[in-house]
């Protein structure tokens, strides 16, 4: 006799059913709504851009038949740069020789530059120079954005900030 629990074992060929609470319908409904979506939505942009250029052109002026007005013309004088782009050129040319080359800034005090290549590579080596203070400078013995040789020394070191104070006191006291 064959016991009921031998008829409910499964088929090892049977197809196992699909899991229940995963229904293929509502996402295929889905996938397709959204492409609908996006396809009209393409239709739509292709439709309202060919308007709106249609529009854009209609609002256009017609060139003119004169081959002189569809020039370009320049600007009411006066036009201090005969050729801007050619003076630009030089101008980077002068600055990158500058960058790029020893030379005297002022022969005078001993001041050169040197180029920008080796001052990183210096800079890299010494770290920066120790901040100086400026405190000691009386307020107004310069104007804005003046510098002096006086100035230039005390920066570059030659001098001491008490000498250049007691310079400033003699002069302001004369």
């Known amino acids: 006799m ?19 609470e995963v229904r293929p319908g509502p996402i ?3 996938v397709f709504g959204l492409a ?13 851009s060919g308007s709106l250029k249609g ?22 004088g006066p036009r201090l740069q005969s050729s801007p782009e050619a003076e630009l ?9 500058l960058l790029s080359s020893y030379g005297w800034v002022d022969k005078r005090n001993g001041i050169a530059r040197i180029p920008l ?7 890299a080596e010494r770290g920066l120079p120790e901040p100086r203070s400026l405190a000691l400078v009386p307020p107004g013995a310069f104007a804005p954005g003046e510098r002096s ?23 302001g006291g004369e």
């Open 2 to 20: 064959s016991s009921p629990m031998s008829s409910q074992t499964p088929d090892p060929h049977r197809p196992k059913k699909f899991d229940a």
């Open 28 to 30: 295929l409904a889905t």
């Open 36 to 48: 609908a979506i996006v396809i009209l939505a393409m239709i739509l942009m292709w439709w309202l």
């Open 55 to 76: 529009k854009s052109v209609d609002h256009d002026p017609t060139p003119s038949p004169i081959p002189e007005a569809s020039e370009r013309r320049l600007p009411p």
């Open 89 to 97: 050129i030089e101008m980077n040319r002068d600055y990158d020789h």
């Open 117 to 123: 290549e080796r001052a990183i590579e210096l800079l």
């Open 149 to 171: 040789d006086a100035m230039d020394s005390l920066l570059n070191g030659e001098v001491s900030e008490e000498d250049l104070a007691d310079e400033a006191n003699n002069e």
